[in-house]
């Protein structure tokens, strides 16, 4: 698939690490490093814009390395680029550790990936089907 992007970055295009990686990372793009105190959020620029076909979004998705040695995840994620957003990609990270975090410019900070949706008509009725579930809550399956 093809996907128009702009890169005002100072970066090369995010690309797939290996030929079965599904996510890209994602670059900070910035004049001067970030430091972020805990429990701090931030929106991390990366410079780049993209135009997605109808039909699909970006997801925004920690790094896992990331997020286990230093504690720094994206605040909302999965973040949802939709196809019809044209702005910069901003990153909302979160520093769930006790230490002060630095963010540099190039720093991969977090990882795309790009999915197909289904779009929905609601049809209203008055009672839905049974399953095995049922209404079953959180935790309704048991932990084994």
Same mark, same amino acid.
């Given at each position: 698939?093809?996907?128009?992007?702009?890169? /005002? &970055?100072?970066? !090369?295009?995010?690309?797939?690490? @290996?030929? %079965?990686? #599904?996510?890209?990372?994602?670059? =900070?793009?910035?004049?001067?490093?970030?430091?972020?105190?805990?429990?701090?959020?931030?929106?991390?620029?990366?410079?780049?814009?993209?135009?997605?076909?109808?039909?699909?979004?970006?997801?925004?998705?920690? /790094? &896992?390395?990331? !997020?286990?040695?230093?504690?720094? @995840?994206? %605040?909302? #994620?999965?973040?949802?680029?939709? =196809?019809?957003?044209?702005?910069?990609?901003?990153?909302?990270?979160?520093?769930?550790?006790?230490?002060?975090?630095?963010?540099?410019?190039?720093?991969?900070?977090?990882?795309?990936?790009?999915?197909?949706?289904?779009?929905?008509?609601?049809?209203?009725?008055?009672?839905?089907?049974?399953?095995?579930?049922?209404?079953?809550?959180?935790?309704?399956?048991?932990?084994?």
């Amino acid at each position: 698939m093809k996907v128009k992007v702009v890169n /005002r &970055s100072k970066h !090369a295009l995010p690309h797939y690490a @290996t030929a %079965a990686s #599904a996510g890209m990372d994602l670059r =900070a793009n910035l004049d001067a490093p970030l430091r972020m105190a805990p429990l701090q959020r931030l929106m991390v620029p990366t410079g780049l814009f993209i135009e997605l076909p109808a039909g699909y979004e970006a997801q925004i998705r920690p /790094r &896992s390395g990331l !997020a286990a040695k230093k504690g720094i @995840t994206v %605040a909302n #994620a999965p973040g949802t680029i939709d =196809a019809d957003y044209r702005g910069e990609i901003k990153v909302i990270l979160v520093n769930l550790s006790d230490r002060t975090h630095e963010i540099a410019d190039g720093e991969r900070i977090a990882q795309m990936v790009v999915a197909r949706h289904e779009t929905i008509d609601w049809l209203e009725v008055e009672e839905l089907s049974e399953s095995e579930r049922g209404p079953g809550g959180f935790g309704h399956t048991g932990s084994r």
